[in-house]
């Protein structure tokens, strides 16, 4: 469904209407075709897909009260959609939302909404990245702080003269645990997922990433910063 702001007439259309996209870049608003992807069923979409189906399936086990709790819980949770304004989520995709977080940092599921956190604010220092020996590394202030967990998400190497990227370019690459100081190598993870960036020199990486709370799943605001890959 596509979603717009009003105007005169219309001021601005987000999202697909039949075979037509609206979007938006760094150039403005732009309309396309609709293109289906070739893979449709790639191992992360796929695995997306089975852990959207398990937590629904646990949604409608819950109990009366505790669907009650996270119904309840939604006016306390104000989102930002793509247009910039601001929504509630169901009780469902809120319960949704935060076991996702918590299935992603390897903590236990909650049946009950949370209340309320304050979140540290992240700032991105730097990504370094040598094709020579793969090292990947991430500076980042401050500190994870205790009771959070910092979840990274980084692209394949792009061309380096981009300069947006769309949120589905970037894939989930490690958890980092509280006290866990800057900077942290990326190197592994990375490889396991997105591949060896040996042949990429020149290339840009983007990085995304944003706190956890351990006990909740509830999300912070996503910081993101990128990097040139150089040669040693």
Do not use: H
Request: net charge positive; charged share 15%.
């Amino acid at each position: 469904m596509a979603k717009f702001t009003p105007g005169a007439i219309v001021s601005e259309i987000r999202n697909k209407i039949a075979s037509t996209v609206f979007t938006k870049n760094k150039a403005g608003a732009s309309i396309r075709n609709r293109v289906t992807p070739i893979n449709r069923r790639s191992p992360a979409q796929t695995n997306r897909r089975q852990i959207l189906a398990s937590l629904s399936a646990q949604w409608r086990g819950l109990s009366e009260a505790e669907r009650n709790s996270w119904n309840n819980a939604g006016s306390s949770f104000p989102q930002t959609d793509n247009l910039g304004q601001t929504i509630f989520l169901t009780g469902e995709q809120l319960f949704i939302r935060c076991n996702a977080n918590l299935l992603l940092t390897g903590n236990a599921q909650i049946t009950s909404a949370p209340t309320p956190t304050s979140f540290d604010v992240l700032s991105f220092t730097s990504l370094t990245a040598t094709a020579d020996d793969g090292v990947i590394s991430l500076a980042f202030a401050p500190t994870v702080p205790a009771g959070f967990e910092m979840v990274v998400r980084a692209t394949a190497p792009v061309s380096p003269g981009k300069s947006f990227i769309s949120s589905s370019a970037f894939r989930f690459v490690k958890s980092i645990a509280p006290a866990a100081t800057s900077p942290q190598a990326l190197t592994s993870e990375y490889a396991a997922v997105l591949g060896s960036i040996t042949n990429a020199t020149g290339q840009k990486i983007f990085v995304e990433m944003f706190l956890v709370e351990q006990a909740s799943g509830l999300a912070g605001i996503p910081v993101r910063g990128s990097g040139i890959i150089a040669a040693s």
